[in-house]
């Protein structure tokens, strides 16, 4: 630390000395004060008022990725006048004037400007599609890092957000599929495919498959299925999962096709369209996967 301070010629270097009041380190020689502060690691005391709150609290707004400005903002004073009230010099005024300039342009800059649209329309999708807030502050980070890569140009805004929503829940294992995140963004599911697929060429991520256990509960509350029918698909998931029938398929389809096929065994009377409607898989699609599960592990789920 003595190294890094700028002492006086005639200094000797000898000691530092803490304020335990300001936070500062300073040399007991020269008075030159370091650039880093004491962590003040006494106890917290943050009341339980909102008055004593603000009074004895030492922390500030908190810092998020999903702000524009990451939620540290600059208030700058329109009138030239300082903390007691008494005008500033000329030279101050103009100083004050270029700093209030600087501080105008840099919020109207381009990439502020996207921030801001996307960051607003982050908050809709999130509120949506209920998803967590580690999710949303690992969403803001990628769409940052897709800005820093200067791909932004020429594309929508939208566009690439929902691709980055989509990318992140899938990254992060939080069950919402493609038809979820384009309907939230209200955009069309082949344009968010497109987008999707050239995020993981750029950022080499390559996101597991989502496992379709993950959707069974979702759909089961849709269309309002037994307890003992929704272990039965979980069980038909399993033998499905073992047997490599569920490789390479769509996880939301294999959740549908086992509630179809595990309804059908405790005879509850629930429709394919019904299904569809709920999980967003074709009828047809449906049966399909339902009779190729019955081919392959059909006898393991009657035994």
Not at 41 to 66: C, D, H, P
Not at 84 to 94: A, D, I, P, T, V
Not at 227 to 245: D, G, P
Request: charge should be positive; proline fraction near 2%.
């Amino acid at each position: 630390m003595l190294s890094e301070l700028v002492h006086q010629k005639s200094c000797n270097k000898k000691s530092m000395i803490t304020d335990s009041n300001t936070g500062e380190i300073a040399c007991s020689s020269c008075g030159s004060v370091s650039s880093e502060k004491v962590i003040d690691i006494t106890a917290e005391f943050s009341g339980l008022t909102g008055e004593k709150y603000q009074n004895n609290s030492r922390v500030g707004m908190k810092t998020s990725l999903k702000m524009a400005d990451r939620g540290l903002s600059t208030i700058m004073e329109s009138q030239d006048k300082d903390s007691s009230g008494k005008r500033l010099s000329n030279e101050n005024r103009r100083m004050f004037y270029r700093l209030r300039m600087w501080d105008r342009n840099s919020r109207s800059s381009i990439t502020v400007k996207s921030f801001q649209k996307a960051f607003t329309l982050l908050d809709g999708i999130s509120s949506k599609l209920a998803l967590p807030e580690s999710v949303v502050e690992e969403t803001a980070y990628l769409f940052r890092k897709i800005a820093a890569k200067k791909i932004l140009a020429g594309r929508s805004t939208t566009s690439m957000l929902c691709a980055a929503v989509y990318m992140t829940c899938r990254l992060t294992d939080t069950p919402r599929t493609l038809q979820d995140v384009a309907n939230a963004g209200n955009i069309k599911k082949k344009n968010l495919q497109r987008i999707y697929r050239f995020l993981i060429k750029e950022f080499q991520l390559y996101p597991e498959t989502y496992n379709p256990k993950e959707f069974v509960t979702r759909v089961a509350k849709a269309v309002g299925l037994s307890e003992k029918t929704e272990r039965l698909a979980f069980k038909i998931l399993s033998i499905s999962e073992k047997n490599n029938v569920s490789a390479s398929k769509n996880p939301m389809a294999m959740a549908a096709s086992a509630i179809n096929l595990a309804s059908l065994i405790n005879n509850e009377k629930i429709t394919q369209l019904k299904i569809s409607a709920s999980s967003g898989i074709s009828a047809v699609t449906i049966r399909d996967r339902t009779k190729e599960i019955r081919e392959k592990i059909g006898g393991e789920i009657n035994g």
